[in-house]
């Protein structure tokens, strides 16, 4: 995964499904620790903050070595009390739901 930072939707261009993409050329990638804070996407979750994603491993590669704070945003009624995990997977910092923020303790 390669992050860019842009300053307007100009930067950016329309590629399969409609979707809006940054410009190579004409933007600026953003080395990964760089970043403050990663959102990162799943279906379910668990407290330890481990989830189940979309199934191509991207984020949890990308994650192995990143530094910065990651949060997941979902419902309450998508956490579930555990979730089957793998040594590669990668749990997330915080999750927030609409009752709240669970911060996940470090080395779950």
Known sequence: MIFYRFQSFGEL???YYN??????????KVKKNDLDLIVVPG??????????????????????DYRG??????SSQLLIDSIPKESHDMA???????KGI???EEGN
Not at 19 to 28: D, F, G, R, S
Request: glycine residues 10%; hydrophobic residues 40%; negative net charge.
């Open 13 to 15: 261009e329309v590629v």
């Open 92 to 98: 997330v910092s915080h999750i927030i739901t609409e």
């Open 43 to 64: 279906l379910l979750f668990d407290s330890s903050g481990y989830r189940i994603g979309f199934g191509g491993g991207y984020y949890d590669r990308f994650l192995t």
């Open 19 to 28: 979707l809006k993409e940054p410009k190579p050329i004409e933007a600026n």
């Open 69 to 74: 704070q990651t949060v997941a945003l979902t």
């Open 102 to 104: 669970i911060h996940v």
